[in-house]
C-alpha cells in the first residue's frame, strides 16, 4: 500500500500561489494521484488526478516528477474561501483488491 | 445532477441497536464507496462496490454491513456497535473501477454518535 506524507498545516495569504507536496515514496506503478479538499462537516471534494508530468484544470495544477515518488499541488492566487483541508489520495482499484490511500492532510489557512 | 445525498444526516444509536445509513446518487455511476473518518483523520476506505457487487472489503468489523441494492443506492447496515464507531460516515461514487478515474463524488456524510 502506498504511504503518503503531507505536511500538517501551512498559511498563505491572499492573492499568493500555494503549493502543497505530498510524498508517496512506495507508489506503485498503476497508482494515480488524486487531490480532494475538504470543509468542515462536508464531504471532500475533487480538484485533480494525474498519473505522471502536469496536469491542469481551471481551479488547480498538479506536478508529478519523472519518479512519480512526490506530487505537488499548485492553488493559484488563493482566496479566504480556499482555507480548508487538502489530501492527497494515491492508489489504483482495477485488477486485484488496491486500496486508495489518503494522505494525513494539509491545514491551509489564508489570511487576508 | 452531480449531487450524492445521504440520510440520515445525524444519528445517535445504542449500542444493541438496529440501524441503517443510506446513501443515493443520480450520475450514472457504477462505483460507490463507504468511508469513515474520525475527527481531524482523513477518510478511511471500508467497502468499495463495482457495477453492485462488492469490490473491496477493508477487513471492517462485521458489525458493519453494505448493501448495494441497485446502482443508484447504497445502504451500510450497523448492528451492536461500540462507542468508538462514533464518526463521519461518508458516501462516494465514481465513473466505474476499470476507467481509474478517481474523481469521487462525496456525499455529506452522516454524523454517527454510539452511546
Known amino acids: 500500500l502506498a504511504k503518503t506524507t503531507q505536511p500538517i498545516s501551512m498559511d498563505s495569504y491572499e492573492g499568493q500561489e500555494v503549493n502543497i507536496t505530498c510524498s508517496h515514496n512506495?507508489?506503485?506503478?498503476?497508482?494515480?494521484i488524486t487531490w480532494y479538499q475538504q470543509f468542515p462537516s462536508q464531504g471532500p471534494r475533487f480538484i485533480i488526478q494525474?498519473?505522471?508530468t502536469k496536469v491542469t484544470n481551471e481551479v488547480a495544477s498538479l506536478f508529478i516528477p519523472a519518479d512519480r515518488k512526490s506530487s505537488t499541488l499548485s492553488l493559484p492566487r488563493v482566496s479566504l474561501s480556499d482555507t480548508a483541508v487538502y489530501y492527497c489520495?494515491?492508489?489504483?482499484?482495477?485488477?486485484?483488491?488496491?486500496?486508495?490511500?489518503f494522505g494525513s492532510g494539509t491545514q491551509l489557512t489564508v489570511l487576508p | 445532477d452531480t449531487e450524492v445525498t445521504q440520510t440520515p444526516k445525524h444519528l445517535v444509536m445504542g449500542m444493541t441497536n438496529k440501524k441503517s445509513l443510506k446513501c443515493e446518487q443520480h450520475m450514472g455511476h457504477r462505483a460507490m464507496y463507504w468511508y469513515k473518518q474520525k475527527a481531524k483523520k482523513p477518510p478511511e476506505l471500508m467497502f468499495v462496490y463495482s457495477y453492485e457487487k462488492l469490490s473491496i472489503n477493508e477487513s471492517v468489523p462485521s458489525r458493519f454491513s453494505p448493501e448495494c441494492p441497485n446502482s443508484s443506492l447504497l445502504n451500510l447496515h450497523l448492528h451492536a456497535l461500540q462507542p468508538e464507531d462514533s464518526a463521519l460516515y461518508l458516501c462516494?461514487?465514481?465513473?466505474?473501477?476499470?476507467?481509474?478515474?478517481?474523481?469521487?463524488?462525496f456525499g455529506p456524510g452522516t454524523r454517527l454518535t454510539v452511546t
Open positions: 462516494a461514487s465514481s465513473q466505474d473501477l476499470s476507467s481509474r478515474s478517481y474523481e469521487q463524488y
Open positions: 489520495l494515491v492508489g489504483d482499484m482495477v485488477g486485484s483488491a488496491r486500496q486508495l490511500t
Open positions: 494525474g498519473y505522471k
Open positions: 512506495n507508489i506503485a506503478t498503476n497508482d494515480y
